[in-house]
């Protein structure tokens, strides 16, 4: 929600912990993590929730680590955020105060004691920093929170939704399952035709401008629909269908992660997450399957943002 040189000051405070190199070195963590939940899921021959049971548990690992969060104090750091996701006023005012007082003691702790991580990365750089440029510690917070937050809910949601139109396509799963080289394609296609984030945020017009033939006055909001960009006819021929192997028509293919100035910066490791998730739930496993009929899968909605999936019972 911030342009300009304060976007700018903020987000190069967290580029680093972002760094393509970086989050390349997850990987084989990744991989451990996903691996170790499906092993445990699958030996239990029973229908699991993949939201709740696979993709929270893994996203929380995953973004925990690379802001420093204690092993101990992840499963609370992933309630907090679901209490905050909720949006009931009993859970979501206390999910905000119990993640904003931890993370301002874990800045303590790495204050003290620093490591190789995204808290530390903070402190440090914001210390280095000319004056005007660092952060205040109400700034590293939100930064924190944020991260932790966009970190587990949008591409938890994106797994369930991506599964789930895998299994809508059995025939695209068969094409992948015998090329699987290219998954990484697969899943920028998943990410246009899901798109996990549906609206962008609000831009306003600095001047009046004429846009898409409508003229925007000055000070008035114009909102992006990510989704209907990731499904514009006159960009993507049969816009509609999902196509594993679709060429991309420019740059990633798609808006899922924004554009510009904005674009997420977390979308090295979503895509990472996204490819060992699916290669260890549908390439390197058979039988994956819905556990209840296609129109019993629940979902909630968010005003102005499309539906989520609430849970996705499923079984091997």
């Known amino acids: ?59 929380t690992n995953v973004i925990c680590e690379i802001i420093g969060v204690e092993r101990a104090d992840r499963a609370k750091v992933g309630g907090w955020i679901r209490d905050y996701e909720s949006g009931e006023p009993d859970r979501f005012l206390p999910g905000i105060d119990h993640l904003a007082a931890y993370i301002d003691g874990l800045l303590d702790r790495r204050a003290a004691a620093p490591a190789e991580d995204l808290a530390s990365d903070l402190l440090r750089s914001s210390a280095e920093a000319e004056e ?50 290219l998954l990484p394609r697969a899943v920028q296609e998943l990410l246009r035709y899901v798109s996990a984030v549906r609206i962008g945020a609000t831009l306003y017009a600095t001047e009046d401008v004429e846009l898409g033939g409508v003229l ?14 990731n499904r514009d006819p006159g960009t993507f021929e049969d816009s509609g269908r999902l196509d594993l192997f ?46 209840v009929a296609r129109d019993a899968v629940e979902r909630i909605g968010f005003a102005g943002d499309g539906t989520y999936p609430i849970g996705l019972p499923v079984r091997f």
């Open 1 to 59: 929600m911030v342009d300009g040189p304060e976007h700018t000051r903020l987000r190069t405070h967290v580029m680093r912990a972002f760094a393509p190199r970086r989050i390349a070195a997850l990987r084989p963590r990744i991989e451990h993590i996903a691996e170790e939940l499906a092993e445990e899921l699958a030996a239990k021959e029973s229908e699991f929730d993949l939201l709740n049971a696979f993709a929270y548990p893994l996203m």
């Open 132 to 181: 005007g440029q660092r952060l205040s510690r109400q700034e590293m917070i939100a930064l924190v929170f944020l991260l932790v937050n966009t970190g587990i809910a949008p591409p938890a949601f994106f797994i369930a939704d991506a599964v789930l139109a895998l299994l809508d396509h059995p025939r695209e799963v068969a094409r992948l399952r015998a090329e699987p080289e």
């Open 246 to 291: 679709r060429e991309a028509a420019r740059g990633a293919g798609h808006v899922a992660y924004g554009h510009g100035a904005h674009r997420c910066i977390g979308a090295a490791l979503a895509n990472l997450q996204a490819e060992v998730i699916l290669d260890q739930l549908l390439l390197r496993r058979e039988g994956l399957a819905l556990a």
């Open 216 to 229: 925007v006055r000055r000070g008035e909001g114009v909102t992006s629909g990510l989704l209907a960009a």
